[in-house]
């Protein structure tokens, strides 16, 4: 993983930096270049950031700032938790969470259960979960989540406690109101790696591998200076690989390269806004910067600038639109 990180920044860093629309020095002339070709790799760029950015937001989270994270918060509030049984075994639990939602959830004598989570705002989740299945210490649980817009997320969660670094994980299905379906997978172990695999109804892939250390607040934190390797295959079959690396506990560099020798150097934000270069060959093609909701401008040398923006399979199934933190995809989750 390191010597692939490695190689890609020594890519990265043959080129000069450049951070505003335009550029000076050495490139190559605007009719040596396919702009329509460029203007793709930044595309699917912009895609791969959008689809990862909301999965990185909602997995990786430290307990003091679970409250304020999440597109469903208020003030902080402190939990709540009321019980109540029933004589065939079931029992009713309700009560707030730590983002001032509130749950209601009941559960069968099997350990199964139907239940709501109700935001502020008046966003209503509904969800439900099968028994747990037990062979061994292995732990196996299906679970269905509705979101307000009508979004579905349903996946099987597995858990192994045989092993001391309990590996984990969740396969499923998101599945949009019209009916489009991104077959997902997660996986992750204490002390090991987290890897995401997404695949979109248009055909386009997103694969990524990032190593996970205990710290205060959460098992499972990314080691950014290590950093993430992964690779964005387009509906068209064009192939980014790229990597992330970051500092003081948080991403602040996102290179790529493309199977045609293109690559690409971005510094970015937290919110994931970035600017940066793409070059071939040594040759600087031009600047490409985009915003945190992933609009982006490419200027090409010795020519006008292109709006560039993700694809619409990328922007319509962004995570974070409906779950706001790991905790909501548990079955009956409390935080």
Known sequence: MRRMIGALLIAGALVV???????????????DVRGDAVRTTAEDHLSAVTLLKGWLKILHERAPDAAAVGVHTCQQCEPICDMEFFEDGSYRIWG?????????????????????ITWPNGDVMVQWWGPPIWDGDWL??????????????????????????SPQRWEGTATLPDGRE????????????????LELPDGSQLEITIPTTPVPGTVFWPVFEEGGIGHYVS???QRLDFA???????????????ADGTLGDFAIQQQFAGMGQ???????????????TGAGALDLVGTTSWVVTPSATARDFQ?????????VLNPMPMY
């Open 96 to 116: 707030t969470n730590s983002d001032c939602s509130v749950f209601d959830y009941t559960v069968q004598a099997d350990e199964s259960g139907t239940g709501t």
């Open 140 to 165: 196996s649980q299906d679970v269905a989540d509705t979101f307000p817009d009508g979004t579905e997320l349903t996946y099987t969660a597995t858990v192994d406690f045989a092993l001391p670094e």
């Open 319 to 327: 995570v974070d639109q409906w779950v706001a933190n790991i905790a």
């Open 278 to 292: 793409v070059t071939q060959n040594g040759d600087v093609l031009g600047a490409l910067r985009w915003t945190d």
């Open 235 to 237: 509906a068209a079959g």
């Open 182 to 197: 991104m077959e997902f997978s997660f996986d992750r172990a204490i002390e090991g790696d987290d890897h995401l695999v």
């Open 17 to 31: 930096v450049l951070m505003v629309a335009g550029c000076s020095g050495a490139g190559v002339a605007a009719g």
């Open 244 to 258: 992330i690396t970051g500092q003081n506990d948080q991403w602040d560099r996102w290179v790529f390269a493309g």
